[in-house]
């Protein structure tokens, strides 16, 4: 399953799945699940989770998508208003913060 399409409309991406489900998320929740390494921390060598150093500080334009690029054919890339770009969000993780 993955996006047919999808748009922003206002503060939502609204999606179109393949098959046939229109759902939403709002943008606000989409940045602040952000999973890259920046945002969530990534796994040290032992596997365990590391805290980044500080947490993200958002914006007026956090909130704000400036572009959206696919990744190859299981994920999309969202730029932010705020610069912020290292973020991707795969069908599935849209799926659930959808529901
Ligand atoms: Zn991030």
Redesign the pocket.
């Known amino acids: 399953m993955r996006p047919e399409r999808m748009e922003v409309v206002g503060e939502f991406l609204a999606l179109k799945w393949t098959d046939g489900r229109e759902t939403v998320v709002d943008l606000e929740r989409l940045?602040r699940h952000?999973?890259?390494?920046?945002?969530?921390g990534e796994p040290d060598v032992t596997g365990a989770i590391r805290r980044p150093a500080a947490p993200?500080v958002y914006n007026a334009t956090s909130f704000e998508v400036l572009s959206l690029e696919m990744v190859g054919q299981y994920a999309v890339a969202i730029g932010w208003g705020d610069g912020?770009a290292?973020?991707i969000y795969s069908w599935e993780m849209l799926r659930e913060l959808s529901e």
């Not at 952000?34 to 969530?40: F, K, R």
Request: hydrophobic letters at 15%; glycine letters at 8%.
């Open positions: 940045r952000c999973q890259c390494a920046h945002c969530a993200p912020h290292t973020g």
